[in-house]
């Protein structure tokens, strides 16, 4: 029979403590790899893979990829069903405050065959009263969720004071959805003409795309070049290149690789009048991202011009795309909070 001093088992009760900590640490480390993995696949629109690593890593406790798991789910069968109630659940009681708010919504959640009586206005409460103060200090993530919440009960005065601030605090998100979904696409806010509110739109539109969001870039190029801005137009496009939004970077590699071209292959309409076609860096980028998605689509442009593409321009770029988007997963900027 051993016999332990004191000081003996002081030791060996600090060890066993700290190797629970220590797995502890590494269970929460690999369940954020599990959910990066699960989220970026998600992002690029492979929900069906994507629900894998998403579900391991919410069994060892990850509360947002937990949420998500419930999203993939959700849209799947096109409402709750108990396992999607356990998945938002968990998130929820682990402080997503998104998940609540999916509790809170009217007509989304369940389908005729359920009965899911949830006390929306009590998930409502719950979700201002986490993200409430967090938003009062300054933190834009809070923000936005408390947009969302005045929105869900309808106070929408609320809702679009909450994305300005967020907006103001320089949050990219903030400032293109101020500007694309709730001054453009749902006219919020007063304006005495409609110039002054298209200006309040490319201010927020642009300070979206100096902050680095890609489908700011985006709906920016083609907003100054319907406004015959086309010098900043081709600025953008430029700047869409570098980015990891699929849209985007198809775009830019088209024009890039028509210039003037497009308007005659493609639509007259469409056309940021570059000063000449670049065909191999266009193409190179095309290439490339039909390497990081699969998708056909890149191709088919390339397919579109391919008169114009002798085999020594497809050759260079073909080499150039291979140090094009490397390791850039190409995604689509999926909300986390949509339908």
Excluded at 323 to 337: A, G, M, R
Aim: charged share 20%; hydrophobic share 45%; glycine share 6%.
């Amino acid at each position: 029979m051993y016999s332990f001093s004191l000081t003996q088992l002081h030791a060996l009760l600090v060890l066993i403590a700290f190797s629970s900590s220590v797995l502890a640490q590494t269970q929460q480390e690999h369940a954020e790899d599990l959910f990066q993995a699960g989220y970026t696949l998600y992002q690029q629109r492979f929900g069906a893979v994507a629900i894998t690593p998403l579900e391991e890593a919410a069994k060892l406790g990850h509360a947002e990829a937990a949420y998500w798991v419930g999203e993939i789910l959700r849209k799947r069968y096109s409402f709750i069903t108990d396992e999607v109630e356990a998945f938002y659940l968990q998130a929820a009681d682990a402080g997503d405050v998104y998940a609540m708010l999916r509790f809170a919504q009217k007509g989304k959640m369940c389908g005729t065959l359920k009965n899911c009586n949830y006390d929306r206005q009590k998930w409502l409460d719950r979700a201002k009263e986490i993200a409430l103060p967090q938003a009062r200090a300054g933190n834009t993530q809070a923000m936005m969720a408390v947009s969302l919440a005045y929105g869900l009960s309808g106070s929408l005065s609320e809702e679009l004071e909450w994305v300005k601030r967020a907006a103001e605090s320089q949050h990219s998100f903030a400032q293109y959805w101020l500007a694309v979904g709730m001054l453009d696409a749902q006219q919020m806010g007063f304006y005495w003409t409609k110039e002054s509110r298209q200006d309040d739109i490319l201010k927020w539109l642009r300070a979206s795309a100096e902050n680095g969001y890609p489908p700011a870039m985006l709906k920016l190029a083609i907003t100054l070049r319907e406004q015959n801005d086309l010098e900043q137009a081709r600025y953008w496009v430029e700047q869409m290149a570098h980015t990891d939004y699929y849209d985007a970077v198809v775009e830019a590699g088209t024009q890039i690789m028509m210039g003037p071209d497009v308007g005659e292959i493609l639509l007259p309409s469409i056309s940021y009048h570059f000063e000449k076609p670049r065909p191999v860096q266009g193409a190179a980028l095309l290439m490339a991202v039909h390497r990081q998605t699969g998708k056909s689509a890149p191709m088919k442009v390339i397919d579109a011009y391919r008169e114009h593409l002798t085999p020594e321009m497809l050759k260079k770029a073909e080499t150039l795309s291979k140090e094009l988007l490397v390791d850039t997963p190409i995604i689509y900027y999926l909300p986390k909070f949509g339908l």
